[in-house]
């Protein structure tokens, strides 16, 4: 696998960028526009490996996925047909479409790539055991799920607290069960909520009723999907090196599009980097990131944003004062163990860093160049990029991995330097 030289900014950046559309979203409404009552468009779909495996997932059950254009064409087809589901390491894949296929009348298999095999899936199949689903193998990929064109649905307990995606799985696909879900957490808290918050905006802007009144309990009322044309925000948690560059260079950078109101975790960002001494303003033209006189370390509980924290691990490398990164063990179950995977690159380069419990502590050193591992994980490029734009001669592995999300990340991340 061929080292990347990460640009360093030998000059303040100022640039304003269009950053391609939300993971998260995408493969939402992919799985929503499957199972509506009639045909649907996703505009600005994301383009990248994980919504293609996505798409292709729905395509083997039986929909049409168009993804031709920038605007992606569903159509619902009957699930009849066996199919063999590639999860490549998208969790929203080999979390999502399990409940999906267990619509179909036929069995569908799934397996991913040797890390997915790693990653926790057992509430997901337990649950959808206990909602009457029959599935062979588990409780990690591969396995199979044996349809008989109906899910019967009704209550289920789940441990949500390795992972919001058990949640939103088994709601996705849940009105077109017979009895809608009633789903209950019992465990730890449950991490990244705002994603259960974005599961149930998307079903109820598509007219499903589901009810989040009580704290770790979600009911989705059994009933039609409406067909929708939806638009797909930008990847705000994608965003996370691109406004953090403005920082570490002493420039200024505006993230165009920018929603003002949005279920993305990213949104976070606006906080967590004034917190850490940049200016923020967020208007018509975008969300704009200018660099302050320093910057700062961060104390905070990422428990709600944790897909954030390589981003945030690699800035506060970067600060004048010691930070605490908090609330975010279950990111160990990520596309890799992301808190031991930090700790390893980030001392690398010369980082002051303790892994904890649950997060990391970081404090301030003189770093140096270097390699930096990224364990098939986008997050970890483009934390090694942040880091490479503040210290001279850091080489990033495999910096194509960012296509899981964003295809051509490199490129648009040098077009910056110049
Ligand atoms: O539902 C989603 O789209 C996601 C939920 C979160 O997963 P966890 O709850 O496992 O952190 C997040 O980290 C992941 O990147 C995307
Ligand atoms: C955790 C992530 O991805 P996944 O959807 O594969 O869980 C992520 O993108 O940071």
């Known amino acids: ?87 490549g390491l998208a969790g929203t894949v080999m979390r999502f479409v399990p409940p999906t296929a267990a619509l179909s009348g036929a069995e569908v298999g799934f397996d991913g790539d040797p890390h997915a095999r790693t990653r926790p899936m057992a509430e997901v199949l337990s649950g959808l055991r206990g909602l009457g689903v029959e599935i062979e193998g588990g409780p990690t990929l591969p396995f199979a799920v044996h349809g008989t064109g109906s899910v019967r649905g009704g209550q289920v307990t789940i441990d949500a607290s390795a992972s919001s995606q058990f949640v939103s799985a088994l709601l996705l696909s849940a009105p077109r069960y017979d009895q809608g879900v009633d789903v209950i957490h019992d465990g730890k808290p449950v991490p990244s909520l705002p994603h259960i918050e974005m599961t149930i905006d ?58 003002h109101r949005t279920t993305q975790p990213g949104d976070e960002l606006r906080d967590l980097l004034a917190r850490m001494g940049a200016s923020v303003t967020l208007d018509d033209d975008g969300l704009r990131v200018t660099a302050g006189e320093a910057i700062h370390g961060l104390d905070a509980d990422l428990h709600d944003v944790g897909e954030l924290t390589p981003a945030i691990a690699a800035l506060c490398a970067l600060a004048d004062s010691p930070s605490v990164l908090r609330g975010v063990a279950h990111i160990r179950g990520h596309e890799t163990d992301r808190l031991a995977a930090l700790a390893t690159e980030l001392q690398a380069l010369g980082s002051d860093v303790v892994e904890t419990e649950d997060g990391l502590a970081i404090r301030p050193a003189t770093l140096h160049g270097g390699r930096f591992a990224t364990y098939a994980d986008h997050r970890m490029a483009h934390a090694g990029c942040v880091l490479g734009a503040g210290v001279e001669g850091v080489l990033v592995e495999d910096v194509a991995t960012t296509s899981k999300t964003f295809p051509g990340f490199a490129e648009v991340w040098s077009g910056l330097f110049r």
């Open 1 to 87: 696998m061929s080292d990347w030289p990460a640009p360093h900014a030998a000059a303040p950046v100022r640039a304003s960028v269009a950053l391609p559309g939300s993971k998260s979203l995408t493969n939402r409404e992919l799985v929503l526009a499957a199972l509506a009552e009639g045909p649907g468009v996703v505009r600005r779909a994301l383009r990248s490996r994980d919504t293609e495996l996505m798409a292709a997932a729905l395509t083997a059950l039986g929909s049409a996925v168009d993804t031709a254009g920038e605007d992606w064409t569903i159509t619902p087809g009957p699930f009849t047909k066996p199919a063999s589901i590639d999860c």
């Open 202 to 259: 998307c079903l109820r802007r598509r007219g499903v009723e589901v009810d989040d009144s009580e704290p770790d309990r979600w009911r989705v009322l059994p009933g039609p999907i409406a067909a929708r044309e939806v638009a797909i925000e930008p990847d705000l948690s994608n965003a996370a090196p691109f406004l953090m560059l403005a920082m570490v260079s002493g420039g200024s950078v505006t993230v165009r599009d920018w929603p």
